[in-house]
């Protein structure tokens, strides 16, 4: 029992001081992340696509498809957003992801699309195993440019200038709405590929190679330094993102998160998540408020992510959806509203911010379906602050939210 409470006792002390909340899980390798304002954004896995309008509190399933797997996204606004994949498959929605359609599909066998960019609804183009497509009308069709490397990641800054990055060393610039290709030397003699690059302000661009160095260019893509080197021995760097010009983010295998405050130059090891497996995409709003995913998971923080703490679900969300409550602030009455997939054993427990235990709402074995309950904190006479509700069933802890009492 006195383990019991200590185990719990440390867990609500480390949602109290967690940086990093997971939002997410789901069996499907999750593969990018993108926002266009610190509250709406979309997420794609393996083929599944998902949406939040909360920052992440929730996520919806939009989109399935069991033969396909999907690469990247980009929301070009709140309304119309591209996905692309294997077999040279694009998918678009106009209408903010109620309705996705399949705008091209090459077939089985063909190459897969790595990265897209859209500069507006209209205007984008999509890399791959030695080519840039471009699109002038949404999608409908497309001019063909052959580049000699794989290409995995691609950005225009204006319908000329556009940069693409990939497979040993590779960089290309283009000045004429893609029509023709520059090589720009990159100041390495290490096999760095570079799977994602992150663009500040249209104009700085950085890239962290897979050898874990850090290469910084001023001026888009024109001329290139080498800046730093990320610490992370016998593993490497996937992804990165810089939200300003000397703040910026990095993951890869394993799981291992790293953090710059000086442009790159040094890196700090932040706490491990529960991830096992890559960090496949990173995303900052700012300097504070951003997500990763990967392994099956979307993690969020609004405040730098100085620490990853695993706060959330271990379990499928098949089995079971906790939801916010709601009001959150409250005062003093608040409603939680939970979905069962299975008959099972349940209870929903409140905690303080110390670990002492205030309610046990249910304690009970329930049907599948959907079910709500009320919390009432006038009936404990409690003061302002946070709160905890625990969800388990057949006695483990399944998932914790917090909850705050505003008076």
Same mark, same amino acid.
Not at 29 to 50: E, H, L, M, P, T
Not at 169 to 195: A, E, H, K, M, V
Not at 287 to 292: C, F, Y
Not at 306 to 330: E, K, R
């Given at each position: 029992?006195?383990?019991?409470?200590?185990?719990?006792?440390?867990?609500?002390?480390?949602?109290?001081?967690?940086?990093?909340?997971?939002?997410?899980?789901?069996?499907?390798?999750?593969?990018?992340?993108?926002?266009?304002?610190?509250?709406?954004?979309?997420?794609? *896995?393996?083929?599944?696509? $998902?949406?939040?309008?909360?920052?992440?509190?929730?996520?919806?399933?939009?989109?399935?498809?069991?033969?396909?797997?999907?690469?990247?996204?980009?929301?070009?606004?709140?309304?119309?957003?591209?996905?692309? #994949?294997?077999?040279?498959?694009?998918?678009?929605?106009?209408? %903010?992801? /109620?309705?996705?359609?399949?705008?091209?599909? #090459?077939?089985?066998?063909?190459? !897969?699309?790595?990265?897209?960019?859209?500069?507006?609804?209209?205007?984008?183009?999509?890399?791959?195993?030695?080519?840039?497509?471009?699109?002038?009308?949404? +999608?409908?069709?497309?001019?063909?440019?052959?580049?000699? +490397?794989?290409?995995?990641?691609?950005?225009?800054?204006?319908? @000329?200038?556009?940069?693409?990055?990939?497979?040993?060393?590779?960089?290309?610039?283009?000045?004429? %709405?893609?029509?023709?290709?520059?090589?720009?030397?990159?100041?390495?003699?290490?096999?760095?590929?570079?799977?994602?690059?992150?663009? !500040?302000?249209?104009?700085?661009?950085?890239?962290?190679?897979?050898?874990?160095?850090?290469?910084?260019?001023?001026? $888009? *893509?024109?001329?290139?330094?080498?800046?730093?080197?990320?610490?992370?021995?016998? /593993? =490497?760097?996937?992804?990165?993102?810089?939200?300003?010009?000397?703040? #910026?983010?990095?993951?890869?295998?394993?799981?291992?998160?790293?953090?710059?405050?000086?442009?790159?130059?040094?890196?700090?090891?932040?706490?491990?998540?529960?991830?096992?497996?890559?960090?496949?995409?990173?995303?900052?709003?700012?300097?504070?408020? %951003?997500?990763?995913? %990967?392994?099956?998971? &979307?993690?969020?923080?609004?405040?730098?992510?100085?620490?990853?703490?695993?706060?959330?679900?271990?379990?499928?969300?098949?089995?079971?959806?906790?939801?916010?409550?709601?009001? @959150?602030?409250?005062?003093?009455?608040?409603?939680?509203?939970?979905?069962?997939?299975?008959?099972?054993?349940?209870?929903?427990?409140?905690?303080?911010? &110390?670990?002492?235990? &205030?309610?046990?709402?249910?304690?009970?074995?329930?049907?599948? *379906?959907?079910?709500?309950?009320?919390?009432?904190?006038?009936?404990?006479?409690?003061?302002?602050?946070?709160? $905890?509700?625990?969800?388990?069933?057949?006695?483990?802890?399944? =998932?914790?939210?917090?909850?705050?009492?505003?008076?």
């Amino acid at each position: 029992m006195k383990k019991t409470i200590l185990a719990l006792i440390l867990l609500i002390s480390s949602l109290a001081n967690a940086q990093w909340v997971q939002q997410y899980t789901t069996q499907s390798a999750i593969r990018d992340v993108q926002f266009i304002n610190s509250k709406i954004g979309w997420a794609c *896995g393996d083929n599944i696509i $998902y949406k939040t309008t909360n920052a992440g509190t929730n996520w919806d399933i939009q989109f399935t498809d069991t033969d396909w797997l999907i690469q990247q996204i980009h929301p070009v606004d709140s309304m119309v957003v591209y996905a692309d #994949g294997w077999f040279q498959k694009i998918l678009k929605t106009t209408n %903010g992801g /109620e309705n996705w359609i399949t705008v091209r599909n #090459g077939g089985v066998g063909d190459n !897969v699309f790595e990265g897209l960019y859209f500069l507006n609804i209209n205007t984008g183009w999509l890399c791959g195993n030695q080519f840039v497509l471009k699109t002038i009308d949404g +999608a409908k069709s497309f001019d063909s440019i052959r580049i000699p +490397a794989y290409l995995y990641d691609i950005h225009f800054r204006n319908a @000329n200038e556009g940069i693409v990055c990939g497979e040993v060393l590779t960089f290309f610039r283009t000045t004429n %709405g893609g029509s023709n290709w520059t090589r720009i030397p990159i100041p390495s003699y290490d096999g760095n590929n570079f799977y994602r690059m992150s663009v !500040v302000k249209d104009t700085i661009v950085y890239l962290v190679g897979s050898e874990n160095k850090v290469f910084r260019s001023p001026d $888009y *893509g024109l001329t290139w330094d080498s800046v730093g080197f990320v610490n992370n021995p016998n /593993e =490497q760097i996937y992804c990165s993102n810089f939200p300003s010009n000397d703040t #910026g983010y990095a993951g890869g295998t394993f799981g291992k998160f790293f953090k710059t405050t000086n442009g790159g130059h040094n890196w700090r090891l932040e706490n491990t998540t529960s991830f096992t497996g890559y960090i496949r995409s990173i995303y900052f709003y700012n300097n504070n408020t %951003g997500w990763l995913v %990967g392994n099956g998971r &979307i993690m969020g923080t609004t405040t730098g992510g100085q620490t990853l703490v695993f706060t959330n679900t271990t379990s499928l969300p098949g089995d079971f959806i906790l939801h916010q409550n709601y009001p @959150n602030p409250f005062n003093p009455l608040t409603r939680i509203n939970y979905e069962l997939r299975n008959t099972n054993y349940v209870q929903i427990k409140i905690y303080n911010s &110390i670990g002492k235990e &205030i309610v046990s709402l249910i304690n009970q074995k329930q049907n599948e *379906g959907s079910y709500s309950i009320n919390f009432n904190s006038g009936e404990y006479n409690l003061s302002s602050g946070i709160y $905890y509700y625990l969800f388990s069933i057949d006695g483990e802890v399944k =998932q914790t939210r917090k909850m705050i009492l505003l008076k």
